[in-house]
């Protein structure tokens, strides 16, 4: 663990608005942000400090790359200060995670046992910690440790950033009991294309 290592800290402001549209419509408005610090990251401190050389994209690569099969990695022991040890991590409590939410809700009664619901979210999550999908010790380390073009790669929009959400529901209530229904459906996960599982494309021990 580093030196100024720390559980997670969250706070969170959410802001909700109410009121009748009529006929027994009800519309409500609401906003939510959240700020999570101290969040780990993962970082190999046995990786050699300065690439040896970059790529036709001028990524940095790290020690001398090898194919084996269908795998790309480097060869053992030349992406390593000490060569008797393999990734050697250090968890630093230096991540973040910031969300915004903007939400949307309508609630209708149609006649004396139906209601009906729809409710839409739009939202943002940035972050820099590649821990948040879990995986693998490798999953979790940034392929460009010493960022890329000045900028730190993993700080951008979250692995768990999910920007629409909307929902349908209706409910019947027949006193006794009730039977209610919803329909969610939410955007798909962003993903960085990129090599098959198992590739080292830089040899950093990021995979």
Known sequence: LGPKFRPPRTGRIAFTIRGALGGGTAL????????TDFLPRRRDVNLIEKPTGTDQYGRPIYGRLTQVGSLVSAIPGSNRRFTGFDAVSALNADGYSDYVGFTARLERPVGRIVRLMASYTH?????????????????QLSPFPDSLAGADWADGISSLDVPDRFALGASLDFRVFRVSGVYTYRSGYPFTPGFTPGVDANGDGSY
């Open 28 to 35: 409500q408005l609401g906003v939510t942000y959240r700020h």
């Open 123 to 139: 939202s943002e999550t940035k972050d820099n910690w590649l821990s948040a999908l879990g995986g693998g010790a490798g999953t």
